[in-house]
T-cell receptor
Framework: ELKVEQNPLFLSMQEGKNYTIYCNYS?????LYWYRQDPGKSLESLFV?????AVKQEGRLMASLDTKARLSTLHITAAVHDLSATYFC???????????????FGKGTKLSVKP | NAGVMQNPRHLVRRRGQEARLRCSPM?????VYWYRQLPEEGLKFMVY????????ESGMPKERFSAEFPKEGPSILRIQQVVRGDSAAYFC???????????FGQGTRLTVV
């Protein structure tokens, strides 16, 4: 069974601190996506990681991918309140016989940044 | 260029009624994907369509659910004889090609009473 596991599921952190969210997956897919979702809103694409060793950064967020370990990380640097949201990682199943666009999502990490 | 448009944003149905959810993909996108999100959960893939064709429906329940993407007009996700367990947020995404990023709509929040 294909699985995508995120941890932690809940994260409360203070402004200015650093933290990392982990995403483990069980497929051989080397395409991994990170999304942000605000309450009652849609998903906003943050990063698309397409190869082993890929690292992308946008503002205070940096994502990396290790396909051999089947692990992606989302690192938050000097958190601010505006980063409070739920963050999802997802992998596609095309390499596993599914169709591209058939994404398997993790359960999400609910991040709360407190002053 | 408008994003992926879904309507209605909120839909309330009584048990046994039908629900129709619409999705207009981004301009130029011919690939549409439907996902369901239960409270406090990640999204679960339901179906992938490309103009007039269902490509992958491996996540679609076998009964009561159907999807279409006609040559003209939006993609429709149809749920017949809704039950309380169908209450969820349903998201649609679209992409230009299979190897390009998919963008999500705002979702339709279905409540079955």
């Amino acid at each position: 069974e294909l699985k995508v596991e995120q941890n932690p599921l809940f994260l409360s952190m203070q402004e200015g601190k650093n933290y990392t969210i982990y995403c483990n997956y069980s497929t051989t897919s080397d395409r991994l996506y990170w999304y942000r979702q605000d309450p009652g809103k849609s998903l906003e694409s943050l990063f698309v990681l397409l190869s082993n060793g890929a690292v992308k950064q946008e503002g205070r967020l940096m994502a990396s991918l290790d396909t051999k370990a089947r692990l992606s990380t989302l690192h938050i640097t000097a958190a601010v309140h505006d980063l409070s949201a739920t963050y999802f990682c997802a992998v596609d199943t095309e390499d596993y016989g599914g169709s591209q666009g058939n994404l398997i999502f993790g359960k999400g990490t609910k991040l709360s940044v407190k002053p | 260029n408008a994003g992926v448009m879904q309507n209605p944003r909120h839909l309330v149905r009584r048990r046994g009624q039908e629900a129709r959810l619409r999705c207009s993909p981004m301009k130029g996108h011919s690939h549409v994907y439907w996902y369901r999100q239960l409270p406090e959960e990640g999204l679960k893939f339901m179906v992938y369509l490309q103009k007039e064709n269902i490509i992958d429906e491996s996540g679609m329940p076998k009964e009561r659910f159907s999807a279409e993407f006609p040559k003209e007009g939006p993609s429709i996700l149809r749920i017949q004889q809704v039950v309380r367990g169908d209450s969820a947020a349903y998201f649609c995404a679209s992409s230009y090609r299979t190897d390009t990023e998919a963008f999500f709509g705002q979702g339709t929040r279905l409540t079955v009473v």
